[in-house]
Every structure is written in C-alpha cells, then in structure tokens.
C-alpha cells in the first residue's frame, strides 16, 4: 500500500492444527480485521469462532473442515488453540472468546451500521443471511 501499513492479508500469522488453519489473532486483531472489511464494503466475511472441539470435529466431518477453511478468518476461543499457538512461535496472550468478541465489537458499532449473522446451522447464502439477520 503506498501509505506504508502492511494490509493484514499480506502478513501470514496462522499456524496448521490437524489440517485446521488457526489465525494468530487475539480479539483487538480480530476488531480490527472486521473494521477494514466493513470500510471495504465488499463482500460478507465469515469468523469462525473455533474451539478444540471444532477442530476435533474437522477430522470427521469433511463439510464442517471445508467449512473452516473457507472462513476468512479462524480464531483461537480456547487454551489449547492458544497454546499450540505459543509453541509455533505467536505470542498469543488469551483466546478470542466469541461472546466477549461481539460485546467488544458492539460497543464501537452503532448497530444500524452493520448487519450482522450468527450461524450454527449449515451456511446460508450471502444474500439469505442478510435477510434473516434484519428480520
């Protein structure tokens, strides 16, 4: 970029979990990522709040791996996430817990900025979970 900041697409902070991407982030990183999406106003994004269960899950269910590797981003809300982290050389210091991430997140939004939807079903298309998210 020619304002000299690193654009987060070009600064690799993920490590491999049992096939599974895992991004380095903690829940400031991750504030920070959803911001420059929504100034982009591009396209929907996907975080995958992912746990060790999520990641156990992966190995059996090819759906739910491919799922996760879609995501734009893959987030560490558990210890042992953030300890494999640590031992691949990131400094995480906590998990992205998912409901202290939205609260953190909400505070610095008016809410008619955004539309935003929240998943555990199977996904939906762009277009259906915009309309079910304003219903």
Known sequence: MSNG???????????NLLGVRVDAVQIADT????????????????VAVTDMHSV???QHDK???GML???DLVVPDGFPLVWMGR???????SRVCGPELMTEFAKRRHPRDIAISFMEEPLKSPETS????RA
């Open 5 to 15: 900041v690193i654009a987060y697409e070009d600064v690799v902070r993920s490590y």
């Open 31 to 46: 504030i920070a990522r959803m911001e420059e999406w929504i100034s982009r106003r591009d396209a929907c994004h996907v």
């Open 56 to 58: 156990m899950e992966a």
């Open 63 to 65: 759906g739910f791996k």
């Open 69 to 71: 590797a879609g995501a």
């Open 87 to 93: 031992r691949k050389g990131f400094a995480l210091r």
């Open 130 to 133: 915009r309309r079910d998210s």
